[in-house]
């Protein structure tokens, strides 16, 4: 098996195409294939609703909801949305308006929402002093209201994740979805770095269904370790930043200047 020591893999094909090989990850994976119009029309008539994104996008980038209706296709790239009569012209649509670079298309799944609005949990897995992968943050992201994807960039909101799951579970089994969430994020990284064992930092975005089935979305190899700053748990920031700081993935903290009270001034001898 060939391994590569590289310590970002922007590819989304190749990271899918490495955790499916193992079996515990592969079940939590939605359908992704490569587009062209034969794969795309193959997807929509299985599962009705896909979305279509760059292999290498970030920040959900030209990411595409594509939805196939009784008479009409429909295609939502940001707050835009566009219906067609016919998957052809739908097609032609989507080539014209997309980036000229590879896209997938992945079977859609259609997540819980917070307050209507769709939410997913991002969760961080960092290699510790030891190398060895642990889960030290997870964090929700709401989408925007009129938009598709749930990143903070593009107008997601960071939210605690227990905020998001007591509308359908509370209790022990609120406690066992977290667990399935952090052990989801920590199996699919540790899957991915067999294949790319320079890896030091995974983030996995997990969709939940509304069976509270969790699915891995996508996983980010260059994840934002900042967006925990907006937890009211402030040790868990601290600890995926310094974590990140230790793999040198962000820059050292600066150290803040003495402070010198009036009185400890005025014991100072003056410099002559």
Same mark, same amino acid.
């Given at each position: 098996?060939?391994?590569?020591?590289?310590?970002?893999?922007?590819?989304?094909?190749?990271?899918?195409?490495?955790?499916?090989?193992?079996?515990?990850?592969? #079940?939590?994976?939605?359908?992704?294939?490569?587009?062209?119009?034969?794969?795309?029309?193959? #997807?929509?008539?299985?599962?009705?609703? !896909?979305?279509? &994104?760059?292999?290498?996008?970030?920040?959900?980038?030209?990411?595409?909801?594509?939805?196939?209706?009784?008479?009409?296709?429909?295609?939502?790239?940001?707050?835009?949305?566009? !219906? =067609?009569?016919? =998957?052809?012209?739908?097609?032609?649509?989507?080539?014209?308006?997309?980036? &000229?670079?590879?896209?997938?298309?992945? &079977?859609?799944?259609?997540?819980?929402?917070?307050?209507?609005?769709? =939410?997913?949990?991002?969760?961080?897995?960092?290699?510790?002093?030891?190398?060895?992968?642990?889960?030290?943050?997870?964090?929700?992201? !709401?989408a925007h209201p009129?938009?598709?994807?749930?990143?903070?960039?593009?107008?997601?909101?960071?939210?605690?994740?227990?905020?998001?799951?007591?509308? =359908?579970?509370?209790?022990?089994?609120?406690?066992k979805i977290e667990?399935?969430?952090? &052990? +989801?994020?920590?199996?699919?990284?540790? +899957?991915?770095?067999?294949?790319?064992?320079?890896?030091?930092? !995974?983030?996995?975005?997990?969709?939940?269904?509304?069976?509270?089935?969790?699915w891995i979305i996508?996983?980010?190899?260059?994840?934002?370790?900042?967006?925990?700053?907006?937890?009211?748990?402030?040790?868990?920031?601290?600890?995926?930043?310094?974590? +990140?700081?230790?793999?040198?993935?962000?820059?050292?903290?600066?150290?803040?200047?003495?402070?010198?009270?009036?009185?400890?001034?005025?014991?100072?001898?003056?410099?002559?």
């Open positions: 098996m060939k391994t590569s020591a590289r310590k970002n893999v922007l590819s989304k094909w190749l990271k899918t195409k490495a955790i499916l090989k193992d079996p515990k990850v592969r #079940m939590l994976v939605p359908e992704t294939r490569r587009m062209n119009e034969k794969s795309l029309g193959k #997807m929509l008539r299985r599962y009705s609703m !896909v979305y279509i &994104k760059p292999e290498a996008g970030t920040y959900g980038n030209g990411v595409m909801r594509v939805e196939q209706g009784n008479d009409s296709y429909s295609y939502q790239e940001k707050e835009k949305k566009r !219906v =067609f009569d016919s =998957f052809p012209s739908m097609y032609q649509s989507i080539v014209r308006n997309k980036p &000229k670079r590879p896209y997938l298309v992945q &079977k859609g799944i259609h997540l819980l929402k917070y307050k209507g609005r769709r =939410f997913d949990i991002r969760v961080m897995v960092q290699r510790n002093r030891k190398r060895a992968w642990e889960m030290t943050g997870m964090i929700g992201r !709401v009129r938009k598709i994807v749930t990143n903070y960039h593009c107008g997601g909101k960071p939210t605690e994740v227990r905020t998001l799951l007591k509308p =359908f579970v509370s209790g022990e089994n609120l406690s667990k399935t969430l952090s &052990k +989801a994020g920590y199996d699919a990284a540790k +899957a991915l770095s067999r294949t790319y064992p320079g890896l030091n930092m !995974v983030g996995a975005d997990i969709g939940l269904d509304n069976r509270l089935r969790p996508e996983l980010n190899t260059n994840p934002d370790p900042y967006i925990f700053r907006h937890l009211a748990d402030k040790s868990i920031a601290r600890k995926v930043l310094s974590y +990140a700081r230790a793999l040198k993935r962000i820059p050292k903290a600066k150290s803040k200047p003495k402070r010198y009270s009036n009185r400890s001034l005025s014991n100072k001898p003056l410099q002559r």
